[in-house]
């Protein structure tokens, strides 16, 4: 059994509004995802995870659809969604917040976790030079070669991932992605392709980047 966690459970405090309901082109922005999940047949659930105000809200899915309430930050909508599922072999989470993630992402992590991956995680190499920084003084200077920009849907053995999160609870342990959690406990994490335009929505601006895309999309259908 494989299942997803769709979250939407998001405030969106630095977008200025919950970005995940807002209508572009016919389609809420987190319908948009739901749409690819559709499409993965592997997948058997979706679990949407939303703010408490918007449980109610109409979800149109070919796929069973579980809801429920997520918590005060990603972390905990997660574990609410694990949490929610009864049994599960796999578990695909994603990010409403980035909605041109493709079946492919979603198919090969999958298949990594099949393969005996405990997780896989969509990511690319970033094509940027990285440098870390202190009180706006460059300290350190990244080996390119070692760094991915790492984006979701992130797939996982459910157990496990149940198992890492119950972990950093108990240890007030508190990450932006749940791949952290599993390294944590040591799991063995591998990567399936990621791209730029799975951008994440975060700010108003990022808007424009989305309008863009589905422009290009339309001129290339
Ligand atoms: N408590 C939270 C926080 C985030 N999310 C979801 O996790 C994804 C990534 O989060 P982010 O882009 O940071 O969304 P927000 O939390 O809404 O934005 P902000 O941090 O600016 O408030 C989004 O799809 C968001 O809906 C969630 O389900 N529950
Ligand atoms: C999980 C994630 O999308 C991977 O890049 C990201 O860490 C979420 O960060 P946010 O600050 O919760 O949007």
Redesign the pocket.
Known sequence: MIGCI??????????GA???FLEINGLK??EYSLKTIERVEEIDFVVV???KEDLDIEIKSSKKIIRVE?????????YS?LRAIADCDIVAI?????PFATVNMFREGINNVKAGWDGSITAYRSPDTIKRVINNEIVETLNRDEIYVVQ?PQVFDFKKLLKAHEYALENNILATDDSALMEKLGYRITLNEGSFFNF????LKDLEMVECFIKGEKMKS
């Open positions: 769709l979250l939407a459970g998001g405030k969106g405090n630095r977008f919950k970005k995940q922005i987190f995870v939303l703010p997520g918590g005060s930050e990603r972390q905990f909508s997660v969604g994603h990010d409403s917040a980035r979701t994440k929505i975060t700010y």
